[in-house]
């Protein structure tokens, strides 16, 4: 049985360690709130703008964009996104291994024609070691996600598939669905699928009960209308996806320090009764020890 200045020691270093994690849950729901905020203050443009594009795209236009353009992958670039600390659980571990599992699949195009634009310190760190050269730092916006810095990184994509330099483009990051749960999706940026747009545009207006008149004037054309939209679109999808993983990221960091404070005092707990019952021990024992030296 470990002696009572042992377990007093271990008591101390838990609820220091318990003080720390309480304090990091707290600072992550302040962060949390703040892009809950932001995120909710993006939503409107963002479903306003694909309202307008998925309207337009009802009145049957065959756009040409270089967008949209599908070809066979020789060169793809993936974007993902992580955090730049850690102590928020699996967050980054998973975005490493959905990473990995994407680099396998297009293996055999060579290490030259895999293009990987990781935003987050733990992930970029995670490319290094795999031996890949990365497209980039964008360490800065992942803890501070920022329009400006978004639509550059947007544009270089749209820049890079327009001049074929890339074939395709990939994203991988976390959707903030609720506070106890953060979806790790993959999914492909360019080029860009109308169809699928337009659809799940359509299954929310059906679920909402809302319909828009397509009765517009538009000039000089419905097809540059669209084709003038199309990076406005994408730069947008840039955005929410750091919005999205920043949020995730604070509330899984959140939950993490929750889930460590919680077993803090679950120890604290078991080490306080240890100690108690060492310490009625040691004193039975002097007692016994007291009785026994009397009666001699």
Not at 8 to 22: A, C, L
Not at 129 to 140: D, P, T
Not at 166 to 175: L, M, S
Not at 223 to 235: G, N
Request: hydrophobic fraction near 40%.
């Amino acid at each position: 049985m470990s002696s009572l200045k042992e377990v007093k020691s271990r008591i101390n270093s838990v609820k220091s360690t318990r003080q720390i994690t309480s304090a990091m849950k707290m600072v992550a729901s302040a962060k949390l709130h703040k892009a809950q905020i932001r995120i909710t203050h993006m939503l409107p443009y963002q479903r306003k703008l694909n309202e307008i594009l998925t309207n337009f795209l009802q009145t049957g236009s065959e756009l040409e964009s270089p967008y949209t353009e599908v070809r066979p992958v020789g060169r793809v670039a993936i974007v993902a996104f992580s955090s730049n600390s850690s102590l928020c659980g699996a967050f980054n571990a998973n975005v490493i291994k959905l990473l990995d599992r994407a680099i396998e699949e297009y293996r055999s195009l060579g290490k030259e024609n895999i293009l990987i634009y990781p935003v987050g310190k733990k992930v970029e760190s995670a490319v290094r070691k795999m031996g890949y050269s990365i497209q980039g730092s964008y360490q800065v916006i992942a803890d501070k996600p920022t329009y400006q810095e978004a639509y550059e990184l947007a544009e270089k994509l749209l820049k890079d598939f327009a001049d074929k330099k890339v074939d395709k483009v990939e994203i991988i990051y976390h959707h903030f669905k609720s506070m106890g749960s953060q979806i790790l999706i993959k999914e492909d940026y360019l080029p860009i699928d109308l169809a699928k747009i337009e659809k799940e545009q359509v299954a929310k207006e059906e679920n909402s009960k809302s319909r828009y008149l397509n009765d517009y004037l538009v000039e000089p054309s419905v097809d540059s209308l669209i084709a003038a939209l199309l990076p406005k679109v994408l730069c947008q999808k840039i955005y929410t996806v750091l919005l999205d993983s920043n949020t995730s990221e604070h509330a899984a960091r959140m939950l993490a320090m929750q889930t460590a404070t919680d077993n803090a005092n679950d120890l604290i707990q078991d080490l306080t009764i240890q100690y108690n019952k060492s310490r009625q021990q040691a004193i039975t024992n002097e007692l016994l020890d007291i009785i026994g030296g009397s009666m001699k």
